[in-house]
C-alpha cells in the first residue's frame, strides 16, 4: 500500500500537539502552505526534513525508506530557524510579561491617588521578579 506523506506528517504532528500557525511560523511559510503540503500524497522529503528539524520531531520512524535518525538532529537546524524558534520564545515571554503589566495597572487604577506610589514600587517589584 502506497503511504501519504502529506497525511502521515499532518497526523505525527497532531499527535504531537503542534499548532499550525507556529509550524507555519518555524518553517517560514503561511499556514495554506502548510495545508497544501498535508494534501501531497508525495511529498518532499526536503519539506519533511525541514518540518522535522523545525519542531524536533524524527520522522524517520515514519519514512525509515527516506532517512536516518541522525538527519533530524539539532546540529542541522539552519540559524534561520534556530533565530525564529528564538524571537517566538521571547514573543510569548514578552506578551506574558506585558498582560501582568496591565493587570497591576488595572488593579493600581482601583487603588486611586493614595496608594499611587505604594503601586508603583509594587509594580516595580513584580516586573523585576
Excluded: C
Amino acid at each position: 500500500m502506497d503511504k501519504h506523506y502529506g497525511q502521515i506528517v499532518e497526523y505525527t504532528l497532531r499527535k504531537k500537539g503542534f499548532n499550525i500557525s507556529t509550524l507555519a511560523k518555524l518553517v517560514n511559510v503561511n499556514r495554506r502552505t502548510i495545508y497544501n503540503w498535508f494534501d501531497q500524497r508525495r511529498l518532499k522529503t526536503n519539506i519533511i526534513l525541514q518540518i522535522g528539524l523545525a519542531t524536533e520531531l524524527d520522522f524517520s520512524v515514519q519514512f525509515p525508506e527516506l532517512f536516518t535518525p541522525n538527519q533530524f538532529e539539532l546540529n542541522h537546524i539552519s540559524s534561520t530557524e534556530d533565530e525564529t524558534l528564538s524571537e517566538s520564545i521571547y514573543k510569548n515571554k514578552y506578551l506574558v510579561l506585558l498582560e501582568k503589566y496591565n493587570e497591576i495597572l488595572s488593579n493600581a487604577l482601583e487603588i486611586g491617588k493614595e496608594g499611587q506610589l505604594l503601586v508603583l514600587l509594587t509594580v516595580a517589584y513584580q516586573l523585576a521578579a
